[in-house]
C-alpha cells in the first residue's frame, strides 16, 4: 500500500536518528543520590521495595539473582466466549537516563496510570568514553559508535533508572550497542555471526558496568540480563531477517522491529512478530506508522527542530493518531496497540506531551492493559492457539460480525439447514 512506501522511505532517512546521549542529570530518579549496597542486600530508590529474595551477585556485582520479577501479573487464558483485553505496549529505543530526566519522567507517569513500559537499553550508555575501545562493533574498528558513549554520571543514573524500572514490573530489552544504519557497514549488512556479537557485547555492558565506570559502590542491577533479555528492536528497523535468526537461536521470544497492520500477532522464525503498526495520520490520505520519529521525519523532515508556530500541531497530530489507532482496535479487533519512542526533545518535546496525553487517556480504561513486550509474550503464551487463529481472522478495525461471544465461545457454528429458504429443514 501507499503508506507502507511511505514508511519505508522514512526507514531509509532514520539513519540521522541516532543521537548521542545528552548531559547526565544531578540525582536520581527520586530526587536523591543513588542509593548505597550494604551487608544485607540493596535498598531500592524511594518508594521502592528491596526484593524480598536473598541478593545473589552475579560477576563483579553489576547484576544479580533477586527472584522473580515483581509486579507481574499472572497470564490467564481467556474463557470461552470472553472478550480479549485491549493490550497497548509503550516502548523506547535507546532508553538511558540524561539531562531531560525522560527515563524518570515516565517511570512516574507509568505508575499514575498503572502502566508497565520496555525500555530498550543502548548497551554503550552502560560503557564509558574512556572504555570504548572495549566494544568491537561489527564491520566498523574498535571504539566505533554513532551515538557516542558515556560518562560515570549518566551511568550512574541510568542504572537507578534501570534497576527501579524493573522493581515496578517494567521490561529491560535492547536496542544494541552502535546504532549503526546504512548502507556502510550498517545493521541491515550484518550476518548472523555479525548480531550474535553484538548481542552478546550488549550483554557483557550490562553485566559489567561496576567495573568499566569504577562505580563499586553503586547498587547491582536486580536481574540477571542473560535470563531477563527476551526481545529487541533493531537499529532504524533495519537487518530484521539475521537478527530474528540470532534471536531465535539465542532462546529469544519476540521481536518488534517491522511494520505492520493492526492485527493480532502471529509468529515469524519462532519469534512472537510484534512489529509497530500503521495508524490514521490527521490531515494525511496515507498512515503513519506508531513511532515519534516517524511523525516527525513526515512534519518536518530531517529538522529535530522544525518551525515552533507549527509544533504543537505536529504533536496534537501524533496524539490524536494514536488515540484514532486505539479506538479502532478497542472498537474492533481488539489488536494490540504497539508503540514505540525516543528520549528525544524533537520539535520541542511536542511528542513526548503527545505520548503523555496517550497514556492518561487509555490506560486506566476498562479492559485495557498497558503492559511491555515480555507481559504481552507471556499472554500469548498462554492462550489456546485455536483461539489466536480466530482473532488473527480478524481484518484492521473489524469486531466479529457476530458478537464476541459466539465468536471466541469455543465451538463451530451449526450448519446452515439446507433446503429452500423458509421451507422445513431438511434432514441430513
Partial sequence: MAATQRIAAGMAIAAACATALAGCADGGADGGAAPRQG????????????????????????????????????????????????????????????????FSHFRKLSRANKATMTYFLSGVYLLPESKRDLYRPPQHSPGSSEIGFNDERGIRDT???????????????????????GAEGGVGQWSVADWKSEIAQAKSFVKSWR?????????????????????????????????????RDLGFRYDTSGVGEQVWPGRKEGLWDLSMQLVPFPGHSHEQLTMDYNFMVDQSGTQTQGDPAKRRLWGDQMRDGLLKGF???YGGNRAPLIIGNHFESWNGGTYMRAVDQVVERVCTRAEVRCVSFRQLADWLDAQDPATLARLRGLEVGAAPKQGWASFLAGRRPAPAPKGVPGAPAVKP
Fill in 39 to 102: 551487608a544485607r542486600g540493596t535498598k531500592g530508590p524511594v518508594g521502592i521495595p528491596a526484593p524480598k529474595a536473598a541478593v545473589r551477585l552475579i560477576g563483579d556485582g553489576s547484576t544479580s539473582f533477586t527472584g522473580a520479577q515483581p509486579r507481574l501479573p499472572r497470564p490467564e487464558r481467556l474463557k470461552p466466549g470472553q472478550r480479549p483485553p485491549q493490550f497497548v505496549v509503550f516502548s523506547w529505543d535507546g532508553a538511558g537516563e540524561d539531562g531531560q530526566k525522560l
Fill in 159 to 181: 542504572v537507578e533508572q534501570l534497576r527501579g524500572a524493573w522493581l515496578e514490573g517494567d521490561e529491560i530489552g535492547t536496542h544494541f550497542n552502535g546504532h549503526f544504519c
Fill in 211 to 247: 567495573t568499566n565506570a569504577g562505580l563499586k559502590d553503586t547498587p547491582s542491577l536486580p536481574f540477571d540480563y542473560d535470563r531477563e533479555l527476551v526481545g529487541a528492536r533493531t537499529p532504524c528497523l533495519e537487518g530484521r531477517e539475521n537478527f530474528m535468526k540470532a534471536a
Fill in 327 to 329: 479506538d479502532r482496535a
